[in-house]
């Protein structure tokens, strides 16, 4: 494969493009709700209006708006437009539809009248949203490598191979600003320059598409609409730092997004994309799918690298961390699903375009799937520094039953609730961490006036309990104390001594765990005491114990010192 | 090789140049409380009690683990640290069934001792009273889940000092536990070669030598170092 091969497969599908293309969700979302009939009846319906030849029929990634899917778009406007925008925003939307519409939304090419549901295209819930990460989402077929060449794709690897030098690509990355998008923010930049500074003969890149916020499904979306752009990340990020293994790590529960990653990694080995010399240039570089079993913690980085070698998945101090020490020893580069992502329109459209998004310390976009009690449920791509009050009320369209928003919810269990007041601010790394939440990878939980804060804090507390992987003691013992404790005040059986020691846990859980599961596990609690305090205090009955307070650390009551308490030897 | 000089609550030391904080402090005579360090074993820093304060670093690192620097201010028994070892404590003590007066261990206990060094009189937390078994199947080795407190030290020992990968690690959480193999009987093990060393490197009554009842049991520890002196050093003495 040379540039000139790449050339021909995009200028080859452009010409083979058909006057209509009807586009179909065949993402998870409206996977479920019966999609894939649609696309085949879609197929059977063209077939019969004899309009094979101006018509295809492509499936598609997650076109965002996953509450009224499944979702079916048209490119052209569908009045016998012969110009046809490639994934034309504007074109005729559908909502809910059936196999049986098929028929009625073929028609209309011709002409025809459809009943089926119209979904508003113009609305602000897609005019505001600004496509990076997704800006294949719902236009290319992740199952088609062509399909994405066709869309740019592998240029920028190109370009990267024969144009740069690796420390220029690890300048370029530092210059477009971009920051994980795993959760904590770490500078993308900064991180390949140290893996590509540390010294080794063999050394890795992984994906971390372990994903285990509950409500976030962003990575699964990104993997199942346009896993090329991934794996074209991985690419440059290995060439980078001098890598020629990757491995994504994937749970076993997003069985769609295995399977198109499965095939885009054939594809691009059939292709010369990976393997060895690509471009022909002396670049190897191969990718294996690593599936995981879906546990919570699996998606911390020492955890998951234990994991891809086999072993028990938990977590081991830090440092050394992965840059010096990772997978096998050996010096790793480690990256979400969605830094990866960023990375190949980083190179195809430069550095300063990207940095010319965002706020002045968070660069770029970011995606979030919003959830919860929300008109919209679905996948957004904001620039970074959009409000709150944006996103949930003009996108999300405020929450349903013209109930108030109460709260929302970011960061998931490592996150916190930010209250209504605060929806003025801003979506960056740094405001979300004032407010005592975290950006986290991206889930976006609405509560609206119905909503227990005490509630929301047991439910994470209860995940974390469960996910604990038990090596450590705070996480491990404390979480189970933390729960039953928000169990007691929620049950009204509890007293203001044992919010003080509901407290004093989080501040030793916080404190003590060994990896970040433990460290962030009492933000829920954490930012629904700061915001919202009343509603445990409301719940606590009268004290009647008189003895020393809980958080009394010296706590003699009267009984021996303790050195007199030693066994005598 | 070179050596590095750090502050020790205060006082000056010397330690080599890959030691440990835990390493340089034992070595001045300061002593910071472990329970899941071993001598001779690699570290898993789960235990969280060898936490220490270093100036200019926000977080508390584990001694165990973290590698000595260069002027490095550690400081070992703050009032901080003090409390969050005696919380830690109590979350152990609530998380099983540890009863020192029917214990075999009793006296010869590391939790017990701690304990008592950290001014822990009373447990805060509420008992969670589980239902652990006991596993009485080995012929010369018991096991009960009750006593253990998920240190790992047997699974640290069992791989790579004996190297027969018996003792694993199951479930996770407050549902972690020990077991042998996939999870069969110790008994029916084929792996163990009844070596004894898990039985040896255990903190607590979790892991005892059948036959003896309570407060009978005491343990051979410097065997293990012997081992290791042996097979690192080429030396075939024990160290003190
Ligand atoms: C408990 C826990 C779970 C995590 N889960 C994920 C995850 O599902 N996906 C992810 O990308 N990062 C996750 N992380 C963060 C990773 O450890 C790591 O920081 C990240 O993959 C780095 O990639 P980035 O720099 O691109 O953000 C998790 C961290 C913790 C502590
Ligand atoms: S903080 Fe929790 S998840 Fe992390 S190592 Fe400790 S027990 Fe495991
Ligand atoms: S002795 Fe250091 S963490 Fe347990």
């Given at each position: 494969m040379v540039i000139d091969d790449l050339i021909a497969i995009a200028e080859q599908e452009r010409a083979a493009r058909k006057k209509y293309v009807i586009r179909c969700c065949l993402a998870a979302g409206c996977m479920s709700s019966n999609s894939k009939g649609v696309k085949e009846a879609l197929d059977v319906a063209v077939k019969e209006a004899g309009l094979e030849n101006d018509v295809e029929v492509r499936g598609v990634g997650c076109m965002k708006l996953c509450c009224q899917g499944p979702l079916v778009q048209i490119d052209g406007d569908g009045q016998g437009a012969t110009v046809r925008i490639e994934g034309n925003p504007q074109g005729p939307l559908y909502q809910r539809v059936t196999p049986e519409d098929a028929a009625s939304l073929v028609a209309t090419l011709k002409g025809g009248k459809t009943n089926v549901q119209r979904g508003d295209p113009a609305q602000p819930f897609f005019t505001n949203q600004v496509s990076i990460v997704l800006a294949n989402s719902g236009i290319v077929d992740p199952e088609r490598i062509e399909s994405y060449i066709a869309a740019d794709g592998y240029q920028a690897l190109h370009d990267v191979l024969r144009e740069m030098t690796p420390k220029d690509v690890v300048e370029a990355m530092i210059k477009s600003g971009l920051r994980g998008r795993g959760g904590a923010g770490y500078p993308t930049g900064l991180k390949w320059a140290t893996v590509a500074k540390t010294p080794g003969n063999q050394k890795y890149v992984i994906c971390?598409?372990?994903?285990?916020?509950?409500?976030?499904f962003m990575d699964r979306s990104v993997l199942e609409s346009d896993p090329h752009s991934v794996l074209e990340g991985m690419a440059i990020g290995a060439y980078a730092v001098g890598a020629n293994q990757g491995f994504i790590y994937v749970r076993a529960e997003y069985p769609l997004a295995i399977s198109r990653l499965q095939n885009a990694i054939k594809q691009a080995k059939q292709k010369e994309l990976l393997g060895s010399g690509v471009f022909e240039s002396p670049f190897n570089f191969n990718i294996d799918v690593r599936i995981g079993a879906g546990a919570f913690v699996c998606g911390e980085e020492t955890a998951l690298m234990s994991s891809v070698e086999g072993k028990r998945g938990s977590p081991r101090p830090r440092p050394p961390f992965p840059a010096e020490r990772g997978l096998w020893s050996s010096p790793t580069l480690i990256n979400n699903v969605e830094t990866f992502a960023n990375v190949p329109p980083i190179f195809r459209k430069g550095p300063e375009w990207f940095a010319g998004i965002g706020t002045e310390k968070s660069k770029g976009t970011k995606v979030f799937a919003l959830a919860g009690r929300i008109t919209n449920t679905g996948l957004l791509e904001v620039p970074m520094g959009t409000t709150l009050r944006e996103i949930v009320e003009k996108m999300g369209g405020g929450a349903p039953d013209g109930r108030k928003i109460k709260a929302v919810q970011t960061g998931g269990p490592s996150g916190g609730c930010i209250p209504a007041e605060a929806l003025d601010t801003p979506v960056d790394y740094d405001s979300l961490v004032k407010l005592g939440s975290i950006m986290g990878s991206g889930g976006m939980i609405v509560m609206d006036d119905t909503s227990r804060m005490v509630d929301v804090a047991r439910f994470f507390m209860e995940f974390c309990m469960d996910e604990?992987?038990?090596?450590?003691?705070p996480c491990r013992a404390g979480t189970v104390q933390m729960y039953h404790l928000l169990n007691k005040i929620l049950e009204g059986k509890a007293t203001p001594r044992d919010l003080e020691q509901l407290e004093s846990l989080c501040d030793l859980v916080k404190n003590t765990s060994l990896c970040g599961l433990g460290q962030t596990a009492p933000n829920p609690v954490l930012s629904t005491l700061r915001f919202f305090r009343k509603e445990y205090t409301d719940l606590l009955k009268e004290d009647v114990y008189a003895g020393p307070k809980t958080d009394d650390p010296g706590q003699t009551n009267g009984g021996p010192k303790p050195e007199a308490l030693l066994p005598v030897t | 090789m070179a050596a590095k000089t750090l502050i020790i609550n205060g006082k000056h030391v010397s330690a080599e140049e890959n030691a440990t904080i835990l390493e340089a402090a034992t070595e001045a005579g300061i002593s910071i409380p472990t329970l899941c360090h071993l001598d001779g074993v690699y570290d898993a820093g789960a235990c969280r009690l060898c936490l220490v304060e270093v100036a200019g670093i926000s977080k508390l690192l584990p001694a165990c683990t973290t590698k000595v620097a260069e002027g490095m201010d550690v400081s070992t028994d703050t009032e901080r640290l003090r409390k969050y070892r005696r919380m830690t404590l109590e979350l152990l003590f609530a998380e099983r069934n540890h009863v020192c007066a029917v214990c075999v261990s009793n006296n010869h206990c590391e939790l017990q001792t701690l304990a008592y060094s950290q001014g822990?009189?009373?447990?805060?937390f509420e008992y969670r009273f589980p239902k652990w078994e006991v596993d009485n199947t080995h012929a010369l080795f018991g096991m009960d889940h009750n006593r253990c407190i998920l240190c790992t030290r047997c699974v640290r020992v069992c791989w790579h000092i004996e190297g027969a990968g018996t003792k694993n690690e199951s479930g996770r959480g407050a549902k972690e536990r020990i077991i042998t193999d996939l999870n069969q009987p110790w008994g029916a093990s084929d792996t163990c070669t009844n070596c004894g060393k898990c039985v040896m490197a255990c903190p607590t009554g979790a892991l005892f030598y059948k036959g003896s009842t309570v407060s009978e049991m005491e343990r051979d520890r410097s065997k293990l170092e012997f081992i290791v002196t042996a097979r690192e050093k080429k030396q075939w003495i024990a160290s003190e």
């Open positions: 971390n598409a372990d994903e285990g916020d509950p409500g976030a604990s992987c038990g090596k450590c003691i | 822990m009189e009373h447990v805060r």
